[in-house]
């Protein structure tokens, strides 16, 4: 592949990855703030699931949302929001194919001697494993106490980051702590959310009453999905400011500082 190919492909792939990104985050953070804003409004009546109304101004006109507890249409004239997360995760996979795997960043001989097929198969397993430790610690008893998964995830990501500094480049370890954020984000779409859904949809359809689990299931991984982004999009700049980050002798370090202020910034945005 010539050089001028591989950096069209290059562009391309990057294009769509950002801007389908775009695209997902900002879906996932648009119903995160409205739910929330319901769940006030709810507060206010003193009625949990009484009908109430977000009034909005966009563009040319005015706008309400509100939240049903029952389907009011058919199944096929539900809009599903899933698309974007999985060419987000696609392109990202590409783009780590093109610039790492098949091009020459990803291990460094100063860091660890070890072989460009080590260093894909070391990256495409922290991808598995974390979503693997992820999940499972979602729905063990760590996912019931909030403070006590936080702590769990500080523990695994400050692992991850220092495991991946000591075996890559450093550039390519901090994209790979990104995959594996992507990775679980993409994987709760459409392992844990997309599936709760559907089953809420077909209990809707069918006049029954859906199990209310199913719904907190679902905003649990995508809560979770909000605190995730802000991180990766820091992680994806990051190789723009290699004296500041992946390049300083307190790499994985930085890593982990930028996550958890990533995190930080996540609950405000949340909540603003």
């Known amino acids: 592949m010539s050089s ?19 695209m997902w985050v900002g879906q996932t953070y648009y119903f995160t703030w409205l739910d929330g804003q319901l769940t006030k409004l709810e507060k206010q009546t003193g009625s949990k699931g009484a009908a109430s109304n977000v009034w909005m101004v966009h563009s040319g006109g005015f706008y309400t949302v509100e939240k049903q507890k029952s389907l009011g249409v058919g199944p ?3 809009h599903w929001f899933r698309w974007e997360a999985l060419t987000t995760w696609l392109a990202g996979v590409v783009l780590l ?12 001989p100063d860091v660890a001697n070890i072989s460009k097929q080590a ?8 991808m598995i494993v974390g979503w693997l430790i992820y999940d499972l610690a979602v729905r063990s008893a760590l ?4 403070a006590a998964f936080v702590g769990f995830g500080l523990v695994m990501t400050a692992a991850a980051a220092w495991g991946l500094t000591h075996v890559m480049s ?3 370890a901090y994209i790979h702590v990104g995959a594996i954020f992507g990775t679980i984000m993409t994987l709760n779409v459409w392992m844990r959310i997309l599936p709760a859904q559907r089953k809420m949809i077909a209990a809707a359809a069918a006049g029954e009453t859906f199990d209310p689990s199913l719904g907190a299931q679902a905003k649990l991984r995508s809560k ?11 992680l994806m700049l990051s190789h723009h ?9 307190y790499n994985w370090e930085t890593m982990l500082f930028l996550i958890v202020a990533g995190w930080i910034a996540a609950k405000f945005i949340r909540d603003f």
């Open 119 to 126: 260093g894909i198969a070391i990256g495409v397993a922290s």
């Open 170 to 172: 450093g550039r390519a």
């Open 241 to 249: 400011f290699p004296v500041a980050t992946y390049g300083s002798r």
């Open 224 to 234: 979770h999905n909000t605190f995730l982004a802000v991180p990766v999009v820091f």
């Open 76 to 78: 096929e004239q539900v």
């Open 143 to 146: 996912g019931k106490s909030q």
């Open 4 to 22: 001028v190919i591989r950096e069209w492909l290059n562009l391309s792939v990057r294009w769509i990855h950002v801007f389908a990104g775009i």
């Open 97 to 108: 194919i093109l610039v790492y795997y098949l091009g020459d960043g990803l291990v460094d």
